[in-house]
């Protein structure tokens, strides 16, 4: 490895340099740059818009990359990609150990979630007017003090 980093080192040595780098070194020595003849002068005049390539532009080409940049059979192989996944995911493919688990309900896989949701949902709708009876029947359910809770959300 070390052996093809030398030889690029001298590579790069030997081709010259372009860019800016290469731009400053090739300045004259009183560090001035000469306008050639060809060049234009530059003027304060505002850029014509109409006329010019710019309006002729659209911004969907800019968004999407151009239309010249999609086949035309692309959207019927995604479309048949799509069909063959759906397929093989929701008829073909047995069921496994790990379908069966998430069939069941998120609240008996992490402890605590249930409580956490309710107790949020009640700060909300009490905060907001609205009905708490369902969150305070469930609550109680799981053994969740109601006035310690609402004292809580009047201390905040």
Request: glycine share 8%; with cysteine; proline share 3%.
């Amino acid at each position: 490895m070390l052996r093809f980093l030398t030889k690029t080192r001298n590579l790069r040595s030997l081709l010259p340099v372009a860019g800016v780098r290469g731009y400053a070194q090739n300045l004259p020595k009183g560090g001035s740059v000469k306008k050639s003849q060809d060049e234009e002068p530059i003027s304060n005049e505002p850029i014509k818009f109409f006329g010019s390539q710019a309006a002729s532009w659209r911004a969907r080409d800019t968004r999407s990359g151009g239309s010249d940049e999609a086949l035309w059979y692309q959207p019927y192989v995604i479309s048949a990609s799509l069909a063959i996944f759906l397929v093989y995911f929701c008829v073909l493919r047995e069921e496994s150990d790990i379908d069966r688990r998430l069939e069941g309900n998120l609240y008996d896989h992490v402890s605590g979630l249930e409580e956490v949701q309710l107790t949020v949902n009640y700060r909300y709708n009490k905060e907001h007017g609205l009905d708490t009876k369902e969150q305070e029947k469930r609550l109680t359910e799981l053994g969740v003090d109601l006035r310690q809770l609402d004292a809580q959300l009047a201390a905040q």
